[in-house]
């Protein structure tokens, strides 16, 4: 006699029974030895230990896939936001103000930049930032957006003025690019549509399991690896030529501290400033190691980069922008996209990271650990109490952004006490703390 699965066992002893006591019921009712007793318990637990298994592969799933969606709420600003453009005068006033266009490519100021499709994500950081600023005169906000956003995002910067601080609001359609950066952007998005629709055509069905190595697989093919507004990054020097030196800040991160020091921290010759050693100890990499992105079964990879080096954590970087024009990153960007073309789409995961490992090696200076502190977007984050305190950004990477409902309560009250919950269209639209 053999246990076989969850719901039989050899001989035609079933386990299908639905509780301890029921099966005792029956054992003692037909008077069975113990031997058969011990197997069927045995059956019995091994059946309740595969449906718990598939409940918590089914509830990672669901929690998986409920990150991906846009909340109601999150889309009834934006809509409430359009037609407050349309009606109101003074949503399509100039921004910044007249009085403030001169900051715009003034490089004495401190430049931020957003790109971004998410206006509540948006004013968080603005909001953030200026709170915690030392001299938020200084600061100037660029948000770059794509065209169906433009139109909320400059309402709400509109309504919303700020005292202090300037923000230009720009969608992707008001720019002006050469042909060569029109053909370079455009071939870049193919290729990544290319690299995300090979890999999504290899899955294998263990490869959807949210859990352990597994879950790299299911945030690969998340649609953020194929939006325009993470992967315009690279040309950050074509989006802003006449200035120097910015903080460059994902949309999913909240500012806790004066980020000031930023704009004079010297990068010793650099491109980018960005956490690579991590505040939780040695040899503990504040994101993820160069094997989590990267394929060291190809040849080219494994020959020139070490599987067990940090990666650097992207979201709230420093970038020279004087240092940048005067390398060859973009280009070397393009060249690695066709070299993974020409190698069978197999050299990294779908993402925005990977290529940018790739072209920025040799051109980043670590920074402190505490300047940035990442995960919070996952189940389980290994910064807790002092750090997060301590911690000048708190970044949400995961699929658990603070606007969604299934974060942790504890890191998304951090986020939620810069929501302007007073605020009319946020109370409309009924977004909650």
Not at 235 to 244: M, S, V
Not at 245 to 262: E, G, P, R
Request: with cysteine; hydrophobic share 40%.
């Amino acid at each position: 006699m053999e246990v076989k699965d969850g719901n039989s066992v050899e001989g035609g002893i079933k386990g299908s029974l639905e509780s301890f006591n029921e099966l005792v019921k029956e054992m003692t009712s037909k008077q069975q030895d113990i031997k058969a007793f011990a197997f069927k318990t045995k059956a019995m637990l091994l059946g309740m230990e595969q449906k718990v298994h598939s409940a918590k592969k089914r509830e990672l799933m669901y929690w998986y896939l409920a990150s991906r969606g846009v909340p109601k709420s999150v889309h009834c600003l934006c809509l409430k936001l359009a037609e407050e453009y349309a009606v109101n005068a003074m949503a399509r006033s100039r921004l910044p103000p007249p009085e403030h266009v001169n900051r715009l490519s003034d490089t004495s100021f401190h430049h931020v930049v957003l790109l971004t499709d998410n206006v509540l994500a948006a004013s968080v950081v603005i909001s953030s930032t200026i709170e915690n600023a030392a001299n938020p005169e200084k600061l100037v906000f660029h948000i770059v957006t794509d065209k169906k956003t433009y139109t909320p995002m400059h309402a709400w910067f509109a309504i919303n003025s700020l005292k202090s601080a300037a923000v230009e609001v720009k969608g992707l359609h008001q720019y002006d690019w050469s042909q060569e950066v029109n053909v370079g952007v455009k071939q870049m998005l193919e290729i990544h549509r290319l690299i995300w629709s090979h890999y999504y055509n290899n899955l294998k069905e263990e490869d959807f399991e949210y859990e352990g190595e597994n879950k790299n697989c299911l945030e690969a093919l998340s649609p953020s690896c194929l939006s325009l507004m993470n992967h315009l990054r690279i040309y950050t020097p074509e989006l802003f030529p006449h200035l120097k030196k910015i903080v460059f800040l994902d949309d999913d991160v909240v500012v806790q501290h004066d980020v000031s020091s930023l704009w004079t921290l010297d990068l010793n010759g650099k491109v980018v400033g960005a956490v690579v050693d991590s505040w939780c100890g040695e040899n503990c990499c504040p994101g993820r190691k160069y094997k989590d992105y990267l394929n060291f079964s190809h040849p080219i990879i494994s020959s020139n980069l070490d599987p067990d080096r940090c990666a650097w954590l992207s979201g709230m970087n420093v970038f020279d922008l004087e240092a940048w024009r005067r390398t060859n990153i973009t280009t070397s960007y393009h060249k690695w996209l066709k070299l993974s073309l020409n190698s069978g789409l197999t050299l990294w995961q779908p993402g925005v990271l990977p290529p940018t490992l790739l072209a920025f090696e040799g051109h980043v200076h670590p920074i402190d650990p505490l300047w940035h502190v990442a995960g919070l977007g996952y189940r389980s984050s290994s910064a807790h109490g002092e750090i997060l305190e301590a911690a000048a950004v708190l970044h949400f990477t995961g699929p658990a952004k603070p606007w969604l409902e299934i974060g942790s309560p504890e890191v998304r009250t951090l986020w939620n006490r810069h929501v302007n919950f007073s605020n009319s269209f946020i109370r409309k639209c009924r977004i909650l703390g």
